[in-house]
Protein backbone atom coordinates (compact mmCIF):
# COMPACT_ATOMS: atom_id res chain seq x y z
CA UNK A 1 0.00 0.00 0.00
CA UNK A 2 1.49 2.88 -1.37
CA UNK A 3 -0.66 6.30 -1.50
CA UNK A 4 -2.42 8.73 1.08
CA UNK A 5 -4.43 6.14 2.91
CA UNK A 6 -1.41 3.76 3.91
CA UNK A 7 -0.87 5.88 7.14
CA UNK A 8 -4.58 4.99 8.27
CA UNK A 9 -4.45 1.86 7.08
CA UNK A 10 -1.29 0.36 8.97
CA UNK A 11 -1.33 2.49 12.40
CA UNK A 12 -1.87 -0.58 14.74
CA UNK A 13 -4.44 1.85 17.13
CA UNK A 14 -7.31 -0.47 15.53
CA UNK A 15 -7.42 -3.72 13.91
CA UNK A 16 -8.22 -3.22 9.79
CA UNK A 17 -11.45 -5.36 10.93
CA UNK A 18 -12.81 -2.33 12.57
CA UNK A 19 -11.26 -0.03 9.99
CA UNK A 20 -12.69 -1.65 7.41
CA UNK A 21 -16.27 -1.48 9.03
CA UNK A 22 -16.14 2.05 10.03
CA UNK A 23 -14.56 3.13 6.40
CA UNK A 24 -18.00 0.94 4.93
CA UNK A 25 -20.29 2.90 7.15
CA UNK A 26 -19.09 6.21 6.14
CA UNK A 27 -18.83 5.06 2.28
CA UNK A 28 -22.63 4.00 2.86
CA UNK A 29 -23.80 7.47 4.37
CA UNK A 30 -21.79 9.15 1.83
CA UNK A 31 -23.42 7.13 -1.10
CA UNK A 32 -20.22 6.16 -2.33
CA UNK A 33 -20.95 3.40 -4.24
CA UNK A 34 -17.54 2.97 -6.58
CA UNK A 35 -15.84 2.76 -3.70
CA UNK A 36 -18.35 0.37 -1.20
CA UNK A 37 -17.36 -1.86 -4.37
CA UNK A 38 -14.13 -2.28 -3.35
CA UNK A 39 -14.61 -1.52 0.53
CA UNK A 40 -17.52 -4.61 0.80
CA UNK A 41 -15.15 -7.29 -0.70
CA UNK A 42 -11.84 -5.90 1.38
CA UNK A 43 -14.12 -5.86 4.40
CA UNK A 44 -14.73 -9.06 4.27
CA UNK A 45 -11.32 -10.11 3.30
CA UNK A 46 -10.44 -8.24 6.85
CA UNK A 47 -12.57 -10.26 9.19
CA UNK A 48 -16.17 -8.51 8.70
CA UNK A 49 -19.37 -11.17 7.95
CA UNK A 50 -21.79 -10.66 5.47
CA UNK A 51 -24.41 -10.24 8.46
CA UNK A 52 -22.17 -7.72 10.40
CA UNK A 53 -22.19 -5.80 7.13
CA UNK A 54 -25.94 -6.19 6.88
CA UNK A 55 -25.81 -4.91 10.34
CA UNK A 56 -23.88 -1.77 9.09
CA UNK A 57 -25.82 -1.07 6.54
CA UNK A 58 -29.08 -1.15 8.33
CA UNK A 59 -27.69 0.67 11.12
CA UNK A 60 -26.61 3.89 8.91
CA UNK A 61 -29.47 3.75 6.67
CA UNK A 62 -31.62 6.43 8.64
CA UNK A 63 -28.86 8.85 9.86
CA UNK A 64 -28.39 10.77 6.46
CA UNK A 65 -32.07 11.74 5.97
CA UNK A 66 -32.68 12.24 9.87
CA UNK A 67 -29.04 14.47 9.76
CA UNK A 68 -30.31 16.17 6.77
CA UNK A 69 -34.05 17.12 8.03
CA UNK A 70 -32.14 18.12 11.29
CA UNK A 71 -29.70 20.47 9.38
CA UNK A 72 -33.09 22.07 7.39
CA UNK A 73 -35.22 22.30 10.28
CA UNK A 74 -32.56 24.18 12.16
CA UNK A 75 -31.92 26.74 8.69
CA UNK A 76 -35.48 27.41 8.70
CA UNK A 77 -35.65 28.04 12.59
CA UNK A 78 -32.83 30.20 12.06
CA UNK A 79 -32.79 34.22 12.52
CA UNK A 80 -31.02 34.83 8.94
CA UNK A 81 -32.03 32.25 6.47
CA UNK A 82 -28.30 32.07 4.65
CA UNK A 83 -26.87 28.97 4.26
CA UNK A 84 -23.86 29.78 6.23
CA UNK A 85 -26.45 30.45 9.47
CA UNK A 86 -27.89 26.91 9.34
CA UNK A 87 -25.02 25.64 12.16
CA UNK A 88 -26.48 28.67 14.60
CA UNK A 89 -30.19 27.80 14.15
CA UNK A 90 -29.35 24.00 14.41
CA UNK A 91 -27.97 25.18 17.81
CA UNK A 92 -31.17 26.67 18.81
CA UNK A 93 -32.77 23.39 17.59
CA UNK A 94 -30.77 21.26 19.90
CA UNK A 95 -31.16 23.55 22.92
CA UNK A 96 -34.89 23.91 22.50
CA UNK A 97 -37.80 21.39 24.08
CA UNK A 98 -38.38 19.79 20.69
Known amino acids: MNNEFEPLWTDKSLGLRT ?3 ITVAIL ?3 RATDELSIHFPAAIR ?3 T ?3 LEQL ?3 VSGYPSVSANLSRKAWIMSDDRSPSQADRG ?3 LYNSNY
Open 50 to 52: IEE
Open 46 to 48: NGA
Open 19 to 21: RSL
Open 90 to 92: RKH
Open 57 to 59: IYQ
Open 28 to 30: CTL
